[in-house]
């Protein structure tokens, strides 16, 4: 007979800075080689594309399950570099050349002729003064009948997907340098949004084609990564082989609730085990303490551990996530 497994760290979510050319996956496999045993299941939030770098979010003990919330709740802020002139099938520098403007064209583009403030405005004004409807691009995970759709475009197949709603939340030019035909800026945007896509569209505004060059994820809600501090390096030689402890892995992750804007609901010691197997709860059965239900709200047992996120729906206490107790599973 098998000795059951033992969770013994709490749901975390891990802050990761990827370097441009790794994957989402080589993150949490690096993240798994340091992890002492008892860390549950583990898994990203969301894909970071090779080629870009910045913050990738890798949760554990059921922490990613998350994942859908983080994108409704908390924006991302990206720092990216534009080439113009050239349009490539990915959107980014990883792509084939598929258009371009000759030289010429460039040189006597209006668009180097205008100042940085007056380009920042058109674009706040296409762009976040009214709807934007933008359409997934074809190299991205975006699924077309349960495939991705960048396996259909590396089979040569474009699939074309209908456009949706997405928010840019913020925006602005660090700088415009005319003889590299290089934009730099700033953007916050809502969950879904493609960077590469917002850059080819808002260039499409001065008649312009172009790609993304460079691509850094800097913060998600508040966290940024100049806040992350003391967090080893998980790949390459240089990295550490050694596990970490239970005390390193407790001390370098983020307790869901520091992250999520939702306040916490204590619930009467004899009302916890039937909830946390399942049973809604009527709300009269407790008192809410004057926490607001408008939203989910954190669950923790009677020795303050986390263990769930409830929302209320037609008048009950309903069970969204349930994490596991430390403890043998």
Not at 234 to 242: Q, V, Y
């Amino acid at each position: 007979m098998k000795k059951p497994k033992s969770i013994l760290l709490p749901p975390l979510i891990y802050p990761l800075d990827k370097s441009k050319g790794l994957s989402t996956s080589d993150m949490v496999y690096g993240l798994k080689k340091k992890l002492p045993h008892g860390f549950g299941k583990i898994g990203h939030f969301g894909t970071l594309d090779p080629f870009a770098s910045g913050l990738v979010l890798v949760g554990i003990a059921g922490a990613s399950r998350l994942n859908d919330l983080v994108h409704e709740y908390l924006p991302k802020t990206y720092l990216a570099v534009g080439k113009i002139g050239e349009q490539t099938d990915s959107a980014d520098e990883t792509g084939q050349v598929i258009a371009s403007l000759s030289p010429a064209e460039l040189e006597s583009h209006r668009f180097f002729k205008t100042e940085s403030r007056e380009i920042s405005q058109k674009i706040r004004e296409q762009f976040m003064a009214q709807d934007y409807w933008q359409v997934p691009p074809s190299f991205s995970a975006a699924k077309h009948e349960g495939k991705p759709l960048y396996e259909y475009a590396r089979a040569g197949i474009m699939i074309e997907k209908p456009a949706v709603k997405r928010e840019i939340l913020s925006f602005e030019i660090l700088n415009i340098d005319k003889k590299a035909r290089e934009i730099v800026f700033r953007t916050t945007v809502g969950s879904g949004t493609y960077i590469r896509t917002f850059f080819e569209d808002f260039l499409k505004c001065f008649e312009l084609k172009g790609h993304l060059s460079e691509l850094k994820r800097e913060a998600i809600g508040d966290l940024a990564l100049n806040k992350i501090v003391g967090l080893p390096n998980l790949e390459g030689p240089k990295s550490d082989t050694n596990k970490w402890s239970l005390n390193q892995a407790l001390e370098y992750g983020i307790c869901p609730t520091a992250m999520m804007p939702f306040e916490t609901l204590e619930l009467p010691e004899e009302l916890q085990q039937r909830f946390f197997q399942g049973v809604r709860l009527s709300l009269s059965r407790f008192d809410a303490q004057g926490v607001s239900l408008e939203k989910p709200v954190w669950i923790k047992d009677s020795s303050y551990q986390l263990r769930a996120l409830a929302e209320v729906r037609e008048g009950e206490l309903c069970l969204v996530i349930n994490f596991p107790p430390i403890g043998p599973v």
